[in-house]
């Protein structure tokens, strides 16, 4: 995808602002480049260009329905696991440690923590070691991994 965003005036608009923003992300995550190229007015354009992501499999969280497909196969997961992964997957590069993941997950903060090493660990074991979903950062807990291909579906 090729993004032009025209930068002419002294001034970006807040829309324009906004889009260049959602183009940092994307060169963040390094998914995408930006270059900047002159217009035929003489101007400078800024151009994003999102590259594909990693060919590996991909996992479709159905909210709705409370489904989980891998690369479009049924993927039994328990209702913890499919919420522990889905509560990562809403907020991407963020790190959070096992007591936070219990009071957002779980609902309660009671349980011992090794709680949640349990279900990442079997979490991962369903997932498969194909696809890289949760990553462990040692001494703070566990985010979702930067090449984690995970699709939320709101409405299925």
């Known amino acids: 995808m090729t993004l032009a965003i025209p930068l002419t005036g002294d001034t970006v608009s807040p829309q324009a602002h906004k889009l260049l923003s959602a183009v940092r992300e994307l060169v963040e995550l390094s998914r995408g480049t ?55 997957a809403e907020r991407p590069r963020r790190v959070f440690s096992r007591a936070q993941l219990l009071a957002a997950v779980w609902g309660y903060e009671r349980a011992g923590e090794r709680t949640v090493d349990v279900h990442v660990r079997r979490l991962r074991l369903k997932l498969g070691a194909s696809v ?16 984690a291909r995970v699709a939320i579906m709101p409405h299925d």
């Open 132 to 147: 890289p979903a949760i990553t462990t950062v040692y001494g703070v807990g566990y985010r979702l991994a930067d090449d």
């Open 34 to 88: 930006v270059t900047v190229e002159p217009s035929a007015a003489g101007d400078g354009e800024a151009v994003a260009a999102a590259e594909p992501e990693s060919s590996g499999p991909e996992v479709r969280l159905l909210t709705g329905s409370r489904q989980a497909l891998l690369d479009g196969e049924a993927l039994p997961l328990t209702r913890l696991e499919f919420d522990l992964l889905l509560f990562l």
